[in-house]
């Protein structure tokens, strides 16, 4: 059976939407008329269109959903239930109606014979490589209820992780925005209307008015322009850095130079590769294969590239951790605990123990970040704001000592 997304509706006009499964599309408008539905719309959940179709994206899910839905099939493994059922059980109490037919979608290629890893290759947007190589283990281990506990795991961490962040950013980004605010009302209202008082003053005003009054008729009059050529130069920017490798190496690279951010993405970077490959080894999965698909994982391309290099002088028979630390991106005390791990046997345990060392410290370089960012933030737009004030007054001033 096959997932349909269908838009019908009912007897009074209204209009419905939703996922159900049927063996063709013909039985599937059948089904819908059975239900008193007049089908508008039907159509497979599998197709992968970039385009919407009457409110269903692409098979992607959300990483909430998709750590809820993993400790739900987990839970329902664990209780011993077929596979079959497991899948539909998580499908309805799916709420949402993509997910629902995603869900439907990788139930429709078990039941074809596929593998439980095979279907979610099947929806790359949704799964991951680290995902269904780790469910690929686990049903070949015969333990993939555990597996998929590891996996929300992982996954209610990432979530957090990404939440603790955003929370993070919202009191800074609202200061940048609300100190914009003033400042643009400042110069596009309030210095327009001083400047026909100064015109009428007749003597010399202040360098610090001219400057400003100089900067409020440039936005005045070309700001519109500014606005446009920073806009598209955004879009290029944007677009250069999702097609062109070498463009995006570069700014990467850049970035990893930056004091204090790059630091950051380094200690993100390796965390994210010692969880991964922690969990891929546990699961059953070969140490090259692991690293491999660790490394894949890794946002920072010259980190990816130098994980690449060592998987390959892994292969070759060089240790992991001498091999990791040749890339001179992953800290001391992570190069330790590997080593740690090759020689006692307790690899996973030790990669364990770095990645959340690492968490903890890229926890900590955010906190610090934004610690120090509000106040430069204050600092910035308070500068700004006093050169704009004393701007306005100076004339006033000299005006107040010539008539005293």
């Known amino acids: 059976m096959s997932a349909f997304h269908y838009v019908a509706i009912d007897t009074k006009g209204e209009k419905h939407k939703g996922t159900l499964e049927a ?16 089908p508008l719309e039907v159509n497979l959940a599998q197709q992968k269109s970039a385009k919407r179709f ?22 329902l493994l664990s209780a011993g239930l077929p596979i079959e059922e497991v899948i539909t059980t998580v499908a309805e109490q799916t709420e949402k109606p993509a997910s629902k ?17 095979s279907a979610l290759r099947s929806f790359p947007d949704a799964f991951s490589p680290l995902y269904c190589s780790t ?25 957090n992780m990404k939440r603790k962040i955003k929370n993070a950013l919202i009191y800074p980004s609202i200061m940048v925005m609300v100190s914009i605010g003033i400042v643009g009302f400042l110069l596009e209202y309030v210095v327009p209307r001083m400047v026909s008082v100064y015109s009428n003053m007749g003597q010399a005003l202040p360098m610090m008015t001219q ?8 936005i005045q009059q070309y700001g519109i322009y ?24 570069k700014i990467h690279t850049y970035l990893l130079r930056l004091p204090i951010i790059g630091n950051a993405i380094k200690v993100a970077n390796t965390a994210r590769f010692s969880r991964t490959f922690a969990i891929l080894s546990s699961s059953g999965v070969s140490v090259l294969e692991a690293m491999l698909i660790s490394s894949e994982l890794i946002i920072n391309l010259p980190i990816r590239y130098a994980v690449e290099q060592a998987t390959k002088h892994v292969r070759e028979g060089a240790n992991i951790h001498l091999a990791l630390k ?8 992570s190069i330790h605990l590997i080593a740690s791990g090759e020689a006692s046997g307790q690899l996973e345990t030790m990669l364990e123990r770095a990645a959340n060392n690492q ?44 008539t005293g």
């Open 54 to 75: 009457n409110g269903f994206r692409k098979s992607t899910v959300s990483a909430k959903e998709l750590a809820l839905i993993t400790r739900q099939l987990a839970t």
């Open 211 to 218: 400057v400003l009054l100089g900067i409020s008729g440039t």
């Open 359 to 402: 968490d903890n410290e890229t926890t900590s370089l955010i906190e610090t970040t934004l610690t120090l960012f509000e106040p430069m933030i204050i600092l910035v737009m308070g500068s700004i704001v006093l050169f704009i004030v004393l701007a306005v007054l100076l004339p006033i001033f000299q005006l107040d000592q010539l």
């Open 135 to 159: 469910v690929a283990a686990g049903e070949k281990s015969g333990h993939l209820d555990k597996v998929l506990q590891r996996l929300a795991d992982y996954t209610e961490q990432q979530f």
């Open 326 to 333: 040749q890339t001179k991106y992953f800290p001391p005390m």
């Open 226 to 249: 500014f606005l446009l050529i920073a806009g598209f130069a955004g879009y290029v920017f944007k677009r250069q850095l999702k097609s062109n490798i070498a463009f995006k190496e």
């Open 101 to 117: 037919g995603l869900i439907l979608s990788v139930r429709s290629k078990v039941v074809e014979g596929h593998s439980f890893a």
């Open 23 to 38: 063996d063709t599309l013909k039985q599937a408008r059948q089904f819908l008329r059975d239900k008193l539905l007049t």
